[in-house]
C-alpha cells in the first residue's frame, strides 16, 4: 500500500488489496468479534494494512474493520496495563480476568495497537483514543524494557508472583526486542496534532513543538501523571492568531479546571476534549490541572477482579526479587469495605502509597507497574 503511495503505481494497490485474509477480516467488517482463540499479533498487522487501504482508497469497509476491531480489542480484550493476548492468544471477549498468567500481554501487540490507534484517531480525533494510548504507553511499553541493561520482555506478565524475563544480549533477540526498541524512541511521536486551526494535546509529555501551519512554538512542560499540573506556554507567535488549544482530559479523571494567564476559564468540551479557542499572542500560558489519585478500575466484564491505579498508572506491590521464587501459597490480597480509603500515600512526587490495616497477609507498598 506504501509502494502504491509513494510510486502511483497500481500495481502494488492491486498487490495489496489481494493480501486480505477473509476469514479474519469479513467478520470484523460485518462488526462481529470472532477473535477468541486467534493468534493476536498475527491479526493486528492485517488491520494496520487494512487501515492504511482505507486512507488511499476511501474504501468504507476497511475503515469499518479496522474501526470495530481497534474498538473491540481495547474494550473486551485488553488487560489494565494496555497489554493484551495470553499465550500470545485472544480469548473470549471480556474475560482477562480468567486469563491472569505468567505469559500475558505480548509487546509487539501493543506496539501494533499503538500504531493502529494513531491510524483510526487520524480518521476522527477522540480523546478515548489517546487514553488507551497513554495506558498502554505509561504502563506496558515503559514496563517492557529493564533499564539497566535495555533488555526488553516478550510478555509482561500480570500474575501474582512473576518475575519477567528480559533478553539476554546474545541468545534471545526476539521480535519484542527489535519492536521494543522502536517503542522507546517514539516517546514523543503522538503527543501533538494538529487538524485545521485546532493544535491537539494528547501526551502529556514535557516538549516543545514547532507548529508550522501557525508559526507558533508551544512548550508543555509537567510532572503528570504524577503530580497534577499541565502547563502549556506559547513561546513564539510572529503576530497575533486565532485557534483552538485542545487539551485531553482523561476520561477518570474528574475535577479538571483550566487557567489563561493565571486566571480560571470556561472552555468548551468536546469528544474528551477541553477546548480553549481564543487569538492567541506570543506569552500566553495555559495550565490544565488533571487531578490525579488512587483509585479502582474493574476488568472488563468482571467487577470483582479490580486494579488500583493512581491516574493512569497502574499500581503493584513488589513481591520480592525475580531470582526467589514466590513462596506464599497464594497471592496477597487487600481486605476492606473502602479499600481507598486505607491507601496512604508515602512519596506523592513518585506515586507510592502504603496500604494501612488492609493487606493480608501484610500491608504492602505500591508503586507504578512499570517501576517494578
Known sequence: ADLYARTGDRRWLALAERLYHRRV???????????????????IPKLIGLARLHELTGRAEYATAATFFWET????HTYAIGGNSDREHFQAPRSTARYVTEQTCEGCNTYNMLKLTRHVYGWRPDAAAFDYYERAHLNHVLAQQEPSTGAFTYMTPLLAGAAREHSQPFDSFWCCVGSGMESHAKHGDSAWWEGGDTLFVNLY????VEWRTAGARLALATRYPYESAVRVEVESLPAPREFALALRVPAWCHGTSVRLNGRTVAVEREAGYAVVRRRWQAGDVVQLDLPVGPRLEAAPGDEHAVVLFHGPLVLAADLGAA?????????PALVGDDLLTRVKPVTPSRAEYRTAGIGRPGDLRLVPFHDQ
Open 205 to 208: 509529555v514535557p516538549s516543545v
Open 323 to 331: 531470582d526467589a521464587p514466590y513462596a506464599l501459597p497464594v497471592p
Open 25 to 43: 477480516l469479513q467478520p470484523l467488517a460485518a462488526r462481529r468479534d470472532e477473535l477468541a482463540h486467534l493468534h493476536a499479533n498475527t491479526q
Open 73 to 76: 480489542v481495547t474494550a473486551d
